[in-house]
Structure formats: structure tokens, C-alpha cells
């Protein structure tokens, strides 16, 4: 009887190893995964959605949102503190500084330097202007580029992720996991019949 209950205590080690790294497995999966978050009491418990699927949302709502953001500056050329005013703010004092720093209107009086210099560098704003208030919404409205968000958005479905790191990842590492733990098991167990 007791040579059974050692035989059956030594195996125990096996299905012990095996269920740590099936479940280690299984929590990575789900740390990546996992479709909706768990509630308790009606609270959103954090971390419980997987990091990949709040990921993507999280991208595409940004992608949206920033194209939007940007057609609405593009149209306001008035908007009082968006990116695209220190763009143009950045290139206008980026010309300005190189035009000063070049050194080669010395033989002009001051007066007209500075026009000429305004001159250039206004003339670079409004080609900056241009492209980025007239040029770029074009080409979005012109080639849809909402539309491309949003098959992009249907084309990287969760469901298409999961499938594919199932088959190439989740598979594969699950068994390499349980054939180690199988082998440290049964080392384990050839130890304690050893030493039982």
C-alpha cells in the first residue's frame, strides 16, 4: 500500500509541473487576449482586458481622432492653439534664423535686409500654408482616407490576431511548455522515489 501511495505521490509532481505551465500559458494568453474585461461587484477590475485588444481600439480611436483634429485645423485657419500653428510657426522662424544666419545680404542697408528677409519668409509660410491647409485635406477627401481607417480597422479584427497567434504562437509554446515541464516532472519524480 505504501509503495502505491509513493508511486501515485511521485506522479503527482508530473500533473503539478504540467498545470503550472498550461496555466502560465494560458494567463499570457489572456493578458493579450482577452475580449472584455472581468467586473466584480459591477466594477471594471484593470488589467483584466487584454492588452492587445485595448491597444488596437485605443490606435484606431487615436488614428480617428487625430485625422479629424486635423481636417479641423486645416479649415480654421484661425484655431488659436493647435499643432499646425506651431508648424508654421517653426518653419517661419527656421527660414527667418537661416536667412540671418547666411550672412550674404551684408552689402544692403538694414531696413531693406529685414524686408527681404520677411519677404522670403512669409513667402515660405504661405507655401506651407498652402500644402498643409489646402493640399493635404485634398488628398484626404480625394483618396478616402477615412475609409481606409476604417477597413484597416475591420482587416485587423481581434478575432483574425487571436486565430493566427493560436496557430504560430499559443500551440507551439504550450506544448514546448508542457514537454518541459513533463521532463522536470519526471526528474522531480525519479528523485523522490530516489530518496522515498
Given amino acids: 500500500m505504501t509503495f502505491l501511495f509513493i508511486f501515485l505521490k511521485g506522479l503527482l509532481f508530473i500533473v503539478c509541473n504540467m498545470?503550472?505551465?498550461?496555466?502560465?500559458?494560458?494567463?499570457?494568453?489572456?493578458?493579450?487576449?482577452?475580449?472584455?474585461?472581468?467586473?466584480?461587484?459591477?466594477?471594471?477590475?484593470?488589467?483584466?482586458?487584454?492588452?492587445?485588444?485595448?491597444?488596437?481600439?485605443?490606435?484606431?480611436?487615436?488614428?480617428?481622432?487625430?485625422?479629424n483634429d486635423y481636417l479641423h485645423q486645416a479649415q480654421d485657419e484661425s484655431y488659436p492653439d493647435g499643432y499646425l500653428k506651431r508648424w508654421e510657426q517653426n518653419i517661419h522662424d527656421a527660414v527667418m534664423d537661416k536667412i540671418i544666419s547666411m550672412g550674404e545680404l551684408n552689402f544692403l542697408p538694414r531696413k531693406w535686409r529685414d524686408k527681404l528677409s520677411n519677404l522670403i519668409a512669409n513667402a515660405v509660410l504661405n507655401l506651407v500654408k498652402q500644402f498643409l491647409h489646402k493640399f493635404v485635406p485634398f488628398v484626404i477627401s480625394t483618396y478616402h482616407l477615412h475609409s481606409y481607417i476604417d477597413l484597416l480597422d475591420k482587416k485587423l479584427d481581434i478575432d483574425i490576431l487571436i486565430h493566427y497567434f493560436n496557430r504560430f504562437i499559443y500551440k507551439p509554446v504550450l506544448y514546448i511548455f508542457l514537454a518541459i515541464s513533463f521532463l522536470i516532472g519526471l526528474g522531480n519524480m525519479i528523485l523522490f522515489w530516489i530518496l522515498a
Wanted: charged residues 20%; hydrophobic residues 55%; without cysteine.
Fill in 19 to 67: 498545470l503550472v505551465a498550461f496555466i502560465l500559458v494560458y494567463a499570457f494568453k489572456m493578458i493579450l487576449f482577452r475580449p472584455k474585461p472581468i467586473k466584480f461587484f459591477g466594477k471594471k477590475i484593470p488589467i483584466t482586458q487584454g492588452y492587445l485588444v485595448r491597444k488596437r481600439n485605443w490606435v484606431f480611436y487615436k488614428l480617428r481622432l487625430l485625422l
